[in-house]
Every structure is written in structure tokens, then in C-alpha cells.
């Protein structure tokens, strides 16, 4: 019963930015938005999270729809080393896991 | 700062042989744990978690076990390997009690039952 949908693969130019759409229309009010991502053969990473407001960190911004319907990762200039998977996930804030799905495959391109 | 180890990297093992993975987490004190198991080519499974020692929780149903002797050890075990137990084993931890629920992975060990 996964809560979020993400596009199962894309690519991205060296150096431009890569746009990651997340879509989570069942989501609830206590629950927050994180991404990970895990280049292969490692553990994930975790990324950003969020729960209403626009957040950015040293690795990349995460817009939030108003409606929290939907979600935005932002890499603001995509390497060669951001070749991963990306995992969005809704998680609630008085639970102890997160459920990872298949997230998207990002293929950053010289 | 923190740091989470898991051993060993690599394993490989026959069908019906024991297995045990050690996980410890330094530089925090009681962390929430846990087991995760993602197979070839899948997503991240959560097997186990764990919010203190001696208290397990199991997500599914499996061949697998899991225990917390102290407080920053986890450790999962069978008694008989299957050939479904293959995979990549990751431990993670996250900080208890905290509302937002990051959690920090081990390098993982890749698991072959043959």
C-alpha cells in the first residue's frame, strides 16, 4: 500500500538541475515527506525532509504543494556521483518506520 | 559524531546453516534500530525495529529473528538459512523520541544462501 507514486526512472544533464516529482495525494497532517537515496551497493542516505514549508539544505531543496498533494526534490546542479535512487516517503510523525518503495532511478548524464 | 557499523560485509552461506549479523551504533544513546532487507533488484523491506533492549517489534513473517543484548547492538539471526534469505541486510538507526523520523543506514552485508 504504497503512499507515494514516483516516475520509475530519469535522466539528467551534468550540471543542470534535476527536478524529482512526488506524488502523495493520501497523505495526512501529521505526516512529513522525506527523500533518501542509495547509490548502488550502499546503505540510503537521507536527504531532506519536510511537512508543509519549502525547505532547502546543503544538498538540495524540497518544494511542498500547498495542498501537500504532491512534491518536488530538487538537486540544483546535478554531478556525475547523484546517480542513485530516489525514494520519496510519507512518514508519520508518531510512527517508528518509513516504507521505502521502488523510487525513481536517476541517471545524471557528462 | 555518529557512526553505525555492520558485519561482516560479505557472506556467503549454505541453505539450512545458522546466520547471525552484528549491527552497533556509537556516538548516541538509545537509538532506535533497525533491520531492513532488500533483495535483488527490489525496494527496502523493514523486517525488524526495535525502541530499547529487549523490545522487538516484527514487521513480517519470515525465517529471521532479531535481538537487542544492549542498548546500541542489534542483531539478526536464523537458524536455517533459506535461499529466499539472500539479499542486502541494512541496519539503521534514528534517534528515539525524536518526532521526525530520520534515520541513518549501515553500509549493509550482502547476504548469498546457495
Known amino acids: 500500500d504504497a503512499k507515494t507514486t514516483q516516475p520509475p526512472s530519469m535522466d539528467c544533464a551534468e550540471g543542470r538541475a534535476a527536478n524529482l516529482p512526488c506524488n502523495h495525494s493520501?497523505?495526512?497532517?501529521?505526516?512529513?515527506v522525506y527523500w533518501y537515496r542509495q547509490i548502488h551497493s550502499q546503505g540510503p542516505q537521507y536527504i531532506i525532509h519536510g511537512l508543509k514549508n519549502n525547505e532547502t539544505n546543503e544538498m538540495a531543496s524540497l518544494i511542498i504543494t500547498e495542498d501537500r498533494k504532491s512534491s518536488t526534490l530538487i538537486l540544483p546542479h546535478a554531478t556525475l556521483r547523484d546517480t542513485a535512487v530516489y525514494y520519496c516517503?510519507?512518514?508519520?510523525?508518531?510512527?517508528?518506520?518509513?516504507?521505502f518503495g521502488a523510487g525513481t532511478t536517476v541517471t545524471v548524464r557528462a | 559524531s555518529q557512526t553505525i557499523h555492520q558485519w561482516p560485509a560479505t557472506l556467503v552461506q549454505p541453505v539450512g546453516s545458522p546466520l547471525s549479523l552484528e549491527c552497533t551504533v556509537e556516538g548516541t544513546s538509545n537509538p532506535n534500530l533497525y533491520w531492513y532487507r532488500q533483495a535483488a533488484g527490489r525496494g527496502l523491506q523493514l523486517l525488524f525495529y526495535?525502541?530499547?533492549?529487549?523490545?522487538i517489534s516484527s514487521e513480517v513473517p519470515q525465517n529471521l529473528s532479531a535481538s537487542r543484548p544492549q542498548d546500541r547492538q542489534f542483531i539478526l539471526s536464523s537458524k536455517k538459512l533459506l535461499l529466499s534469505d539472500s539479499g542486502f541486510y541494512l541496519c539503521a538507526w534514528s534517534i528515539l523520541g525524536q518526532l521526525q523520523e530520520t534515520q541513518y543506514f549501515g553500509p549493509g552485508t550482502r547476504l548469498l544462501v546457495l
Open positions: 493520501t497523505i495526512s497532517g501529521n505526516e512529513y
Open positions: 526495535s525502541v530499547g533492549i529487549g523490545q
Open positions: 516517503i510519507v512518514g508519520d510523525i508518531n510512527d517508528y518506520k518509513l516504507s
